[in-house]
């Protein structure tokens, strides 16, 4: 008799530890859009823009000379990838597709007021991407020649990019605490792949400059108070 009430009183617990962690991790993914290669579409974005169409997904290459990143389908197959020389003053960086051909070339303009990275599409497609606020909580950033936005949250390491019309064109997610600088977008408009892939390459790279921005003041800052 006891030993039943041990094990009704054990299933309890573990129930209701499921249940907490089941809830915890539905509020996280309200806020935190990340997911695994294989993983069930965000409860956000299908809530908000239903199911995507495709997903993509990044990993970096952080120990070697070139920043190289793998962009990978849902059954981790390469579709893309990127290298950024080094050392470059501009950062130039070219991404091809699976087969070598080339997709994009991203450069950097270099000492200006706003952060600006100009985009050539193998078509010759050509756009910019200007980082306007550099808020922490709130990100603006305008596309020009395409006349898209990608809005973001810094924090909860969110994206969302919108055309002309104000639609939505995918949804990027960045995993936090990752070595490997990983990131997961949800495209909800296919015919504009390689342009979102190249968004997308291009915004890991804005990201990683602003980190380095922060700890470069961080560390000058702790210099001077000693």
Not at 7 to 29: D, H, P
Not at 170 to 183: C, L, P, T, W
Not at 195 to 209: E, P, S, W, Y
């Amino acid at each position: 008799m006891r030993k039943k009430q041990d094990f009704a009183k054990t299933n309890r617990m573990n129930k209701q530890k499921n249940l907490r962690g089941a809830s915890l991790m539905g509020v996280m993914s309200k806020y935190h859009r990340f997911r695994e290669a294989g993983e069930g579409a965000n409860i956000n974005n299908v809530e908000r823009f239903g199911q995507p169409v495709k997903s993509l997904f990044t990993t970096s290459k952080v120990f070697t000379l070139h920043r190289k990143t793998d962009i990978t389908d849902d059954r981790e197959q390469v579709v893309y990838q990127s290298w950024t020389k080094f050392p470059s003053l501009h950062d130039k960086t070219d991404i091809t597709d699976a087969q070598g051909n080339q997709v994009a070339h991203i450069e950097r303009k270099f000492f200006t007021l706003h952060e600006r990275h100009f985009i050539t599409m193998a078509n010759g497609t050509q756009f910019e991407i200007a980082n306007e606020l550099l808020h922490l909580f709130k990100d603006i950033t305008n596309i020009e020649g395409l006349g898209w936005q990608l809005r973001g949250n810094i924090v909860g390491l969110n994206f969302e990019l919108y055309d002309e019309q104000e639609q939505i064109v995918a949804v990027i997610g960045q995993k936090m605490f990752s070595v490997h600088d990983k990131y997961c977008i949800d495209i909800y408009r296919p015919e504009y792949e390689t342009i979102i892939v190249a968004i997308l390459v291009t915004l890991q790279h804005m990201i990683k400059d602003r980190e380095s921005s922060s700890s470069s003041v961080s560390v000058s800052s702790s210099s001077n108070s000693q």
